[in-house]
């Protein structure tokens, strides 16, 4: 799913453009291009099924996420620009990907590829910051996956925490290689990004990575929800997520809460953007095209809208 409009953020700030290679080429072994082919089959039949079911929900406003009497950390709008274009850029070829990381500073440490089409870089930046980011929906076996809804568990989530079942499968077939490259970082914040599915496996990795006693911070982009109201107090309890959204993406609103999801982490809403002027200009812009949605209090004591 990749629906979130990436012109948003270069309304605001001017773009590194960076154009999405094509799909990779088949696994070279046998036993993995046969493992692809399975999985394919076994995908396939759900599409006719789901294809379109709360893909276009238009015009809602933009959730109020509670966090009880604390005060989320303050957004920093530059930081979230820098990992914009990282969660671009891993849309590129690993040489372009590479290069580009390279030529800012940046050292990339692993790429983590699975037959299930999931790409993610582990990558330090030039202060030493690890960052691990992933990419979103780019192949037919990506989108597939993204229509695997119904929701399942495992053992690193919590008692009750259920998860988007293709999201789950998606994070796992890289979870062993993730979890053993950032061993190199134990006792330093990690931090995770991705766009849209990329950012479904983002949230599903810093879980992951703070139950391993990693202290983790993440940023999202036009992501889907990706469990439910357990798995979203669970995340609360251990990590930190900006999740950016502009006013009129839908991928942010499936899958639909009617089926149980629930977003988690702070909502930032891209309002528009635009201006001139300079760095003032652009300054001025964006101050004034980002809000940070800040929790109501609880109408009745209840709960708030996802």
């Not at 072994?29 to 276009?56: D, E, I, N, Q």
């Not at 695997?148 to 989530?157: C, G, I, M, V």
């Not at 999202?220 to 669970?234: D, E, I, L, M």
């Amino acid at each position: 799913i990749r629906s979130f409009d990436m012109s948003t953020y270069d309304a605001i700030v001017p773009p590194t453009p960076c154009s999405p290679s094509p799909p990779p080429p088949p696994m070279g072994s046998s036993s993995a291009a046969h493992g692809r082919a399975v999985y394919r089959a076994r995908l396939f039949a759900l599409l006719c099924a789901v294809a379109g079911v709360g893909l276009f929900i238009g015009h809602l406003r933009p959730s109020q996420l509670r966090f009880g009497s604390s005060r989320p950390p303050e957004f920093d709008f530059a930081r979230s620009r820098a990992l914009f274009d990282l969660s671009r850029l891993t849309y590129c070829d690993e040489d372009r990907l590479k290069a580009e990381l390279e030529a800012e500073g940046d050292k990339v440490v692993k790429t983590f590829n699975s037959p299930m089409d999931t790409f993610a870089v582990l990558l330090e930046e030039s202060d030493g910051t690890p960052v691990l980011a992933f990419r979103g929906s780019q192949t037919s076996l990506n989108v597939l996956t993204d229509l695997l809804s119904w929701k399942s568990t495992s053992s690193f989530l919590c008692p009750g925490c259920l998860v988007h079942s293709g999201f789950l499968s998606s994070y796992t077939s890289v979870r062993p290689a993730v979890l053993e490259a950032a061993e190199a970082y134990r006792g330093r914040r990690v931090v995770v990004a991705g766009h849209s599915l990329g950012g479904a496996l983002a949230a599903l990795a810093a879980v992951d990575l703070a139950k391993e006693g990693f202290e983790t911070i993440v940023y999202t982009y036009g992501k889907p929800r990706v469990g439910n109201s357990a798995f979203s107090s669970y995340f609360a309890s251990l990590c930190v997520e900006w999740r950016v959204v502009h006013g009129s993406d839908p991928i942010s609103h499936v899958p639909m809460s009617a089926f149980g999801y629930v977003h988690e982490g702070t909502e930032v809403w891209l309002r528009g953007g635009g201006g001139g002027g300079g760095e003032a200009g652009a300054a001025a812009a964006a101050a004034a095209a980002v809000q940070v949605c800040r929790p109501d209090p609880p109408p009745g004591g209840g709960g708030g809208e996802d």
